[in-house]
């Protein structure tokens, strides 16, 4: 594998041994909450190549998003129908609301701080309101930030089995025009998938790529299907990052546009002069 650090360059800091590689590439499943805030990309929800996915091949369920943390989504069809945007962004919450539950004073990821590693990576994550939005099942949302491939914190003791899947080689690959990092994972009974419906790896092998620039899981494939006759060998998702931190209104989550009348303003009636 080849040196690298986590702001997509090669320096001496780089992992180099096996041991250490798997303690980066954990780092870095924890890191996606601090390594952007927004991100235009486009997604299946099955694994394929790059080739099944380039025009004029474009698949009838490929899907373009438009996200901005926390919460604010926009979905189309590969010919640009919309079929999901957040319509609440902006939504107040009353005083029985935050006052219910202690979770409700829980702060967004980006306004607390975790314990970094010696490259820029999160080693430690701290308690914050975590959470992607969703579609189709909860893997869409595991694949934009996939902590449960490595959990919020290191084990105290790296027995075998000890950690939440257990990692083959780790080789630097492209994935789309980026650097990712591809290696192949087996749960372990400790595996605790965000939904536990739609995991990012499933029993047996599954092959990932972590984006080496933002920390979103942007492949998966199941290597251990038990067969193609029920579909399960088609397990799995692809995602190809289009652009990470770009500016985005609020009118383009919204189902109707935010250019409205301001009724909270003072609104001057011109009375004519007699």
């Given amino acids: 594998m080849a040196a690298w650090d986590s702001r997509n360059g090669r320096g001496p800091r780089?992992?180099?041994?096996?041991?250490?590689?798997?303690?980066?590439?954990?780092?870095?499943?924890?890191?996606?909450?601090?390594?952007?805030?927004?991100?235009?990309?486009?997604?299946v929800d099955r694994p394929v190549?790059?080739?099944?996915?380039?025009?004029?091949?474009?698949?009838?369920?490929?899907?373009?998003?438009?996200?901005?943390?926390?919460?604010?989504?926009?979905?189309?069809?590969?010919?640009g129908l919309v079929i999901g945007s957040t319509t609440?962004?902006?939504?107040?919450?009353?005083?029985?609301?935050?006052?219910?539950?202690?979770?409700t004073w829980l702060l967004p990821p980006s306004l607390v701080t975790p314990v970094y590693d010696d490259d820029g990576l999160v080693r430690r994550r701290p308690e914050a309101a975590y959470g992607e939005?969703?579609?189709g099942n909860g893997r869409f949302a595991a694949a934009l930030d996939p902590v449960e491939l490595a959990g919020n914190s290191p084990v105290p003791l790296e027995f075998p089995n000890a950690n939440a899947v257990e990692l083959g080689p780790i080789t630097e690959v492209d994935h789309e025009g980026r650097p990712a990092l591809e290696t192949t994972v087996s749960p372990n009974p400790s595996y605790r998938p965000a939904d536990p419906?739609?995991?990012?790896?499933?029993?047996?092998?599954?092959?990932?790529?972590?984006?080496?620039g933002t920390g979103v899981c942007v492949a998966s494939r199941w290597l251990d299907a038990p067969g193609a006759d029920d579909g399960s060998a088609g397990y799995g998702h692809w995602?190809?990052?289009?652009?990470?931190?770009?500016?985005?209104?609020?009118?383009?989550?919204?189902?109707?546009?935010?250019?409205l009348t301001d009724v909270?303003?003072?609104?001057?009636?011109?009375?004519?002069?007699e």
């Fill in 14 to 43: 780089a992992p180099r041994g096996p041991s250490d590689q798997a303690a980066a590439f954990r780092h870095l499943c924890r890191s996606s909450p601090w390594k952007w805030q927004s991100l235009r990309f486009e997604y």
């Fill in 239 to 259: 995602l190809r990052i289009l652009g990470v931190d770009e500016y985005m209104l609020d009118d383009l989550f919204l189902a109707e546009s935010m250019n």
């Fill in 49 to 79: 190549t790059g080739s099944e996915v380039s025009a004029p091949a474009v698949p009838d369920d490929l899907v373009r998003a438009w996200l901005r943390r926390p919460g604010a989504l926009r979905l189309e069809t590969a010919g």
């Fill in 264 to 273: 909270r303003r003072h609104i001057s009636w011109d009375v004519p002069a």
């Fill in 88 to 103: 609440g962004i902006n939504d107040s919450r009353g005083g029985f609301y935050v006052s219910s539950t202690r979770k």
């Fill in 133 to 135: 939005p969703s579609f």
């Fill in 197 to 212: 419906a739609a995991p990012l790896c499933r029993p047996g092998r599954t092959q990932l790529r972590i984006d080496a």
